[in-house]
């Protein structure tokens, strides 16, 4: 299955201005993605951003699949999902 990435403001600069398309195995979940960002991206990411020893973002970061925030890391995906990497955004 094929999967679409794209980061959001100023992540960006990490992980690029224009999406990156994921070839995943079918029956891949959410978590699979993580793994990938760090086979890809972890040994760049900054410390404050990515913790490479559990695979996972650090502070605010959400990843948004079909335009959720996904919890839960066992969600299954689909073929030709959109997910999105962005921080979290708090206003009043």
């Keep these: 299955m094929q999967v679409s990435l794209k980061a959001i403001g100023d992540l960006r600069d990490y992980f690029g201005r224009t999406p990156t398309e ?3 195995p079918d029956g891949a979940l959410a978590q699979s993605i993580l793994a990938e960002i760090d086979t ?3 040994a760049n990411l900054p410390a404050y951003l ?3 020893e559990t ?3 650090k502070g605010p970061v959400l990843l948004v699949i079909d335009k959720k925030a996904v919890r839960d890391l ?3 995906l689909m073929d030709h999902t959109e ?3 962005m921080k979290a955004i708090a206003g009043g």
């Design 22 to 24: 994921i070839e995943l």
């Design 40 to 42: 890809r991206w972890g």
């Design 50 to 52: 990515w913790n490479r």
């Design 55 to 57: 695979c996972q973002f």
């Design 74 to 76: 066992s969600t299954p």
């Design 83 to 85: 997910i999105l990497i």
